[in-house]
């Protein structure tokens, strides 16, 4: 038979899944013999079956009534008598910490009767009517459902009409009226009265707690922190102790080391003559914990030591609550402590540093998300104000920059030394100059997976997309917020890319220590020497190899000096940009094969270049480059734009530019309905002569470059958006073709491997045939994600993703975090059947899921060789590859 109920002396923190949190941390301090009021839990099993059924699980009741008994037989004490009534407490405790998501019900036991009796007991008529008041409050609106404003409105003219302004100066008279009042509130909201028998009221608390797991601030806590809506809560039933009896009690919240800085100390507030909630609601000023040591110097001397003894018990920060009542010290709960990304950094460091913690266990409690966070600079929270707009935010950090509204105006003041912030309606390849050139980018439409959003994580730039709250008006260089505000080009803004938020003016930043360090190697404090060992750590244990997403020497620089061991994505189509453009048009535009091959002939030597200065920054390490992916029409002038022009020409009765009605016949000739589906990557390769050929001789020559001034270069080439096998064979003999022919001229042997990108399903569940012509896949899990949902990246994210996250139909985009049970299978089948043809098949991946840290350890578990990321996600990657490599027995404490 299921068991529903157990004891504080017989659970143990190791039982968490079915005590819940609270539950096994009480019942741990009770066996270390700590001073922690008489209780028992009742199980999260308990609580899952209740709520499936709606009805009391098969023998709870008894088993609460057999552990109640043995309470009241230890207390002294019966739950309901007149004289000296034992009182109880009734809280929610999870798996994992939720606070104040759930419910709690203090003071169950009191009614018309008892309440005399506590009276008596206590010595104060005033405590006595105090305590009842407040279980017929959280009574009244957690069990029976009454608005709490009701009770709030009741009690806030109480204090009008007695001129008190606070509750403690409420006597007890004033107190026994505010008893009445609540009760006829309830019988009129509800049209029950307030139980009066203490075993109902127990009864009612206990799946009262049960219930609010489902209420809706839970629902919403718990996608927001990815906890699982099965898990149910555990609920704790304990001997009441009271803080508010007067001056010589108290309670208080307590940490054994600065959750702010991770400082050793001892941190937290104490209230006298308080219960825990009124510290917790903040209705009078705390003290400094501190000054407890002068108030009560006998308690503060067990708590200080009691703190000692959880730290060095659970090795990590402990949150400790405790109540003093009448000078006597009680523990009423302990956990493992939430702390900030400097804390958690610290906190390890100092940990593995006194021996109370291992390396590995350090590693496994920091994260790449707290790492990211380090890195950033931030906005002065203090210095804010009101935003304009809000949007997604898409790379987070925080910049400040005179707004521009075209790329070619961001170069130009950046290069005379002004910050600046792009603002696009959103951002097409050819605004990369201007993303480079700006602090930040601000879109009105997109995602986290637009143009903008991705090329700006991969640049470090800040980014807000989708602030559709902006009416952008490029032509007139301005845009309206929602307030009515107009800001003019030139006109200073501040972008925060962690909250998505757009403010006036010039907020103050806060640097980051973190990155100049991962830039330059300075330690500059003890946070950023706690970032370098967790990294070192990480480093010396981890399997998978972090590669970077790099396009231009400057980024394969800085990719390397943040730890990359190659380069695993290097986009072609960047090159294609800028004053290179016209060459490109020229290609598209070429009427013969001969004006095609002078185009091509161009551009020779520039890509030649490029990959010549990537392969130097990269030398002796592994460069994988992706031949032209995208559409050729993405090199063209907009369609619209063009057809305006010529229009207007025509209506002018003027002879259009020759050039422009060219540029528009193409561009209708190539136009699509998906352009993203049809004729791009590997489909360009085969269709348009010479352009694979120019491409493969630049690589190639420019291995032949670094070779003979003695480098080592590691070039490998990537043909993307294969669908089939005989697509990679005919790619693959024009490669082969190529090299042979430049190793030949040269002299100098080329052995640069020959790989596909795997992007559409079919090529993950035809994975075992392109194998046989493959030397590597990566796999692009950007499209994959894409192709597999159905979605168009650029359009759900603004259209339904919100309303998504919100219903639970994912727990995170998608194409934020791998999705397992779909993109996830067809990665494994890819690698396993992959693998199956080829053993010595090398796969990594290069879509924006190798920098999330959720997704590395997903890349970890499938068998992949590597990650590659924007170069500001590699040490993100590399911290946590290392934590995805540790033994799942690594000691890990939850501070959810």
Request: charged share 25%; hydrophobic share 45%; with cysteine.
């Amino acid at each position: 038979m299921v068991r529903y109920v157990y004891d504080f002396a017989e659970g143990g923190r190791d039982m968490a899944e079915s005590l819940g949190g609270k539950g096994a941390n009480l019942a741990e301090m009770t066996r270390l013999g700590l001073p922690v009021p008489s209780g028992f839990t009742v199980t999260t099993e308990a609580c899952r079956a209740f709520l499936a059924t709606g009805a009391e699980p098969e023998g709870m009741t008894e088993e609460i009534a057999r552990h109640l008994s043995g309470l009241e037989a230890a207390a002294g004490r019966s739950l309901g008598q007149r004289d000296d009534p034992l009182l109880l407490s009734v809280r929610s405790g999870a798996r994992f910490s939720m606070p104040g998501m759930m419910e709690t019900v203090l003071d169950i036991g009191l009614n018309d009767d008892t309440v005399q009796g506590l009276a008596k007991a206590s010595g104060s008529e005033r405590f006595a009517w105090d305590s009842y008041r407040r279980l017929v409050q959280m009574f009244g609106s957690t069990v029976m459902g009454v608005d709490p404003a009701l009770f709030e409105e009741a009690i806030g003219l109480l204090r009008e009409a007695r001129d008190a302004p606070d509750d403690v100066h409420l006597d007890a008279s004033d107190l026994a009226w505010l008893v009445d009042t609540y009760k006829r509130l309830i019988l009129d909201e509800t049209g029950r009265h307030f139980p009066q028998s203490p075993a109902e009221q127990l009864r009612l608390a206990v799946l009262a707690v049960f219930r609010s797991w489902n209420s809706e601030r839970a629902r919403v806590y718990r996608r927001r922190e990815h906890i699982p809506d099965d898990l149910g809560t555990a609920v704790t039933v304990q001997c009441m102790v009271f803080g508010n009896l007067g001056p010589d009690s108290g309670s208080g919240v307590a940490f054994t080391r600065d959750p702010a800085t991770g400082r050793p100390g001892l941190y937290g507030d104490y209230l006298a003559d308080a219960q825990g909630e009124d510290v917790v609601a903040g209705i009078r000023n705390t003290v400094p914990l501190a000054d407890l040591e002068r108030l009560n110097p006998a308690a503060y001397r067990q708590l200080r030591n009691h703190m000692q003894t959880l730290e060095r018990h659970y090795r990590d920060l402990c949150d400790i609550e405790f109540t003093i009542e009448r000078g006597r010290l009680w523990m009423l709960q302990t956990r493992v402590g939430k702390r900030t990304a400097e804390a958690a950094f610290a906190i390890a460091a100092e940990l593995a540093e006194e021996g109370l913690i291992t390396p590995d266990e350090a590693l496994a409690r920091v994260s790449g998300e707290g790492l990211a966070r380090l890195m950033f600079p931030r906005f002065d929270s203090a210095a804010t104000g009101t935003a304009l707009a809000h949007g997604i935010p898409a790379s987070p950090g925080a910049a400040v920059g005179a707004v521009v509204f075209d790329s070619a105006e961001a170069v130009r003041r950046a290069a005379a030394g002004e910050r600046v912030v792009l603002v696009r309606q959103e951002t097409t390849p050819d605004d990369l100059p201007g993303m480079l050139a700006a602090q930040a980018v601000l879109t009105s439409r997109g995602g986290k997976t637009s143009h903008a959003a991705v090329v700006a994580r991969g640049l470090g730039r800040v980014c807000v997309c989708g602030a559709e709250q902006l009416a952008v008006n490029t032509e007139a260089r301005r845009f309206t917020a929602p307030d009515g505000t107009v800001v003019e080009e030139g006109t200073v803004v501040s972008v925060d890319g962690s909250s998505g938020a757009v403010y006036a003016g010039a907020v103050p930043l806060v640097a980051s220590a973190a990155m100049r360090y991962l830039e330059t190697g300075e330690q500059s404090d003890g946070v950023v020497a706690a970032v370098a060992r967790a990294l070192e750590q990480a480093d010396s244990v981890r399997r998978l190899e972090v590669r970077a997403n790099a396009d231009t020497p400057e980024d394969a620089a800085r990719a390397r000096r943040f730890g990359a061991q190659g380069i695993g994505l290097c986009r072609t189509e960047h090159m294609f940009l800028g004053e290179r453009r016209k060459l490109v048009e020229d290609m598209i535009l070429a009427r013969t094969d001969a004006d095609r091959d002078r185009a091509l002939a161009a551009l020779l030597p520039l890509q030649r270049d490029d990959f010549t200065g990537i392969l130097a920054a990269m030398d002796g390490l592994p460069v994988t480059i992706r031949l032209l992916d995208p559409p050729l029409h993405e090199f063209l002038p907009d369609r619209t734009e063009l057809a305006v022009r010529v229009g207007a020409a025509e209506a002018r009765g003027e002879q259009p530019d020759a050039y422009d009605t060219e540029l528009l016949t193409a561009v209708n000739r190539m136009h699509e309905q998906n352009p993203m589906l049809g004729l791009r990557g590997v489909r360009l390769g085969l269709l348009v002569p010479g352009l694979v050929a120019m491409q493969v001789r630049a690589i190639a020559e420019a291995v032949v470059a670094r070779t003979r001034a003695g480098g080592a270069p590691k070039a490998e080439i990537m043909v993307p958006l294969v669908g089939a096998v005989e697509e990679l064979r005919f790619a693959r003999e024009e490669v082969e073709r190529v090299l042979g022919e430049v190793a030949e001229e040269s002299g100098i042997p080329l052995a640069c491997p020959v790989g596909t990108m795997i992007e559409l399903p079919r090529a993950a569940l035809t994975a075992g045939r392109i194998a046989a012509e493959a030397r590597f896949f990566s796999l692009g899990t950007n499209d994959l994600t894409q192709t597999t949902w159905g979605f168009s990246r650029d359009d759900v994210e603004a259209a339904f993703f919100s309303a998504y996250l919100d219903r639970g139909v994912f727990a995170a985009s998608p194409f934020e975090t791998i999705d397992r049970e779909g993109v996830g299978r067809l990665v494994r089948i890819a690698v396993d059947e992959g693998r199956a043809a080829r053993p010595d098949l090398e796969i990594g991946v290069c879509g924006e899921h190798g920098g999330d840290p959720e997704s590395v350890h997903f890349f970890h578990e499938a068998g992949l060789d590597y990650v590659s990321c924007s170069p500001f996600r590699v040490p993100v990657a590399r911290l946590e590859a290392g934590r995805a490599a540790l033994p799942q027995t690594t000691g890990v404490s939850d501070s959810r």
